[in-house]
């Protein structure tokens, strides 16, 4: 308005915050893309950082991390923790809409694993280092449960985790991230 005002003209301002408006419209993981994100894209996200179900979805994510890093001593990738927690769709929450270039899909996918990786870490349940291949890795607040939990523990269930078969460990593991769902907050 204060362009408009030393220009004389209020209305050539209204319609600059207008344009300014209409491009805030859509989420900030969906930025330069000039189509609207798909429902099921904006459904998970809402999933993966709503107050209901983050800290189930960070969880599930930072158990996964933990059990990757155990394994191969690095991080898994954004892409890795993405197709273990989303394995029916590659990692992806849904398709994209038609008509994508090739840049506008690398935004979305980066820029909605990045912001809910973000969100996750504000709980610190995961960490990582910004720009930096395999970096991630559990948070403070993981790592707090983590040792809460093996200090409430009995003695005797400690050795028995450390010699239980693979296959129960396996078997835990599909029941963790199975048990995450949306379907509560709908």
Known sequence: ??????????????????EAMTLELYPIWWRGIDTPPPAEWTYMFECFTGEDTAEDWALAAAIFIARTRHRTALGPTFAELFIHLLPEDHGLPGPFPVGLEYIERWRAVSGF?????????????????????????????????????QRTRPVGARLDSKTSD?????????????GVTCSDTA
């Open 166 to 178: 693979t296959s129960d460990r396996n078997e835990s593991q599909t029941q963790e991230t199975q």
């Open 113 to 149: 694993r990045g912001h809910v990786s973000i969100e996750w870490r504000r709980r610190g349940l995961i960490s990582f280092d910004k720009g930096v291949t395999r970096s991630l890795r559990v948070g403070r607040v993981f790592r707090e449960r983590s040792r809460d939990r």
């Open 1 to 18: 308005m204060t362009a408009g005002r030393i220009l004389g003209e209020a209305r050539a301002a209204t319609v600059i915050v207008t």
